[in-house]
T-cell receptor
């Protein structure tokens, strides 16, 4: 158990809908990262937050947004969902920028 | 764009043998590297890391070797066990000012044969 908690573990929704994925980082970790992993693809970096502020942005679609709250948990919002958004979404956290990042078990999103 | 690649998408080894998983990284200035193990349906699990000022680091049954000259990283697993069957990713951290993004490879699937 990495200490990073993600909910929900599985989610099935229809195209055009909006979902929110939630992440609680390891105790004491200030940085939160979101990654997308599609079938047969590697981890694609979406966005990073550090102590509530956005710090780095990857290939995150405009339909997607995220935030980190004062209690350091983070949410990834996916809207106007398309079939191609079906993927595993991982949250990860680290204590200080540049240190090892630890992953949660992921949220499996299926868009039908 | 930058990417981290793996030479072998699938590696099959006999139980008890040693496994070597290779990774070519892209940025010669990357200063930190991690190997992760991902079992089916689970999140990537940290195995071992190494900083660029080292060329070898050992853990429990695992060794990571870093060759900066050819931008190559390898993971050696001693006495491979059935529980080692998984996908293994390498990741590099390019040096950036204030922010950073790890670059992950697509992974190598390790199959342990009984």
């Amino acid at each position: 158990d990495s200490g990073v908690t993600q909910t929900p573990k599985h989610l099935i929704t229809a195209t055009g809908q909006r979902v929110t994925l939630r992440c609680s980082p390891r105790s004491g970790d200030l940085s939160v990262y979101w990654y997308q992993q599609s079938l047969d693809q590697g981890l694609q970096f979406l966005i990073q937050y550090y102590n509530g502020e956005e710090r780095a942005k990857g290939n995150i679609l405009e339909r997607f947004s995220a935030q980190q709250f004062p209690d350091l948990h983070s949410e990834l919002n996916l809207s106007s969902l398309e079939l191609g958004d079906s993927a595993l979404y991982f949250c990860a956290s680290s204590a200080v920028q540049g240190n090892t990042i630890y992953f949660g078990e992921g949220s499996w999103l299926t868009v039908v | 764009g930058e990417s981290v690649g793996l030479h072998l998408p699938t590696l099959s080894v006999q139980e008890g043998d040693n496994s070597i998983i290779n990774c070519a990284y892209s940025n010669s200035a990357s200063d930190y590297f991690i190997w992760y193990k991902q079992e089916s349906g689970k999140g990537p699990q940290f195995i071992i890391d190494i900083r660029s000022n080292m060329d070898k680091r050992q853990g429990q049954r695992v060794t990571v070797l870093l060759n900066k000259t050819v931008k190559h990283l390898s993971l050696q697993i001693a006495a491979t066990q059935p529980g080692d069957s998984a996908v293994y990713f390498c990741a590099e951290k390019p040096p950036t000012s204030g922010t950073y993004k790890y670059i992950f490879g697509t992974g190598t699937r390790l199959k342990v044969l009984a």
